[in-house]
């Protein structure tokens, strides 16, 4: 098992909690841009700590370099979160935060649709392959 799954496990459900609060003030619509900072704003309320588009380490054959992959919110160092605030989700979205949690170390990874009328309908957790096995 990944050593940060249990944490990550309990702060995606603070996550959640804190996104469908975001979305019950704010409502569908909006830029993406405005969900990441209420969101955050939501979780600085509720005591969690986040940072935000953090520049994402790749690591290729001994080639280390920063590109210009930002993810949106890492929180407490262990929980991925990618935003979005489109009509339709495009399977791309989970495989660029798959991407990001495995150059991360990262175990799990929320994608949430702003867009959706019902947030919950918007909310994807993914984990990474075995993260949450025993070893």
Do not use: W
């Amino acid at each position: 098992m990944h050593s940060l799954f249990a944490k990550a496990d309990a702060l995606s459900k603070e996550v959640i909690g804190a996104a469908i609060e975001v979305h019950r003030v704010l409502g569908p619509g909006l830029m993406e841009s405005v969900y990441e900072k209420c969101l955050q704003r939501e979780l600085e309320l509720r005591g969690i700590k986040s940072a935000k588009q953090m520049a994402v380490r790749v690591e290729y054959k001994g080639l280390v370099f920063d590109d210009n992959l930002r993810c949106d919110l890492l929180v407490e160092e262990c929980l991925l979160v990618e935003l979005k605030a489109v009509e339709t989700l495009h399977p791309v979205s989970k495989a660029q935060l798959l991407s990001y949690m495995r150059l991360l170390d990262v175990p799990i990874g929320l994608l949430i649709n702003f867009h959706e009328a019902l947030l919950k309908q918007g909310i994807h957790r993914l984990c990474l392959p075995g993260s949450n096995q025993a070893v």
